[in-house]
């Protein structure tokens, strides 16, 4: 029996090109910094909706602070989408002005 996959069949050794797969674009979700969402709002944030460790949020939350954003994670339009939502949602609940966005990867 041969070692190589028929040609057509899904291998593992061809590639995304060789299946006609195209993969889905990839977006950058960021957070950006306002003067008064609580930092500690931001690290449960990126815990809860990013599924971030409290060493990476932490990390995270002070490029927000630092940098005047943060880079969340990369995602599809659609969850990319959904998470920002959802950052929109908790803020307005919470009475704070934080916002995300997200661009093209």
Do not use: W
Not at 63 to 89: D, M, P, Q, W
């Amino acid at each position: 029996m041969p070692s190589k996959h028929e040609p057509g069949s899904l291998g593992q050794d061809q590639t995304h090109e060789e299946t006609g797969v195209e993969l889905p674009r990839q977006y950058r979700v960021l957070l950006h910094n306002d003067d008064y969402t609580p930092m500690e709002f931001v690290v449960d944030i990126l815990m809860n909706i990013f599924f971030k460790d409290e060493i990476a949020a932490m990390r995270i939350m002070l490029n927000v602070h630092n940098e005047g954003h943060g880079l969340c994670g990369v995602y599809t339009f659609e969850v990319a989408e959904s998470k920002i939502a959802r950052v929109h949602e908790l803020a307005d609940q919470a009475e704070y002005p934080l916002r995300a966005s997200m661009e093209e990867d």
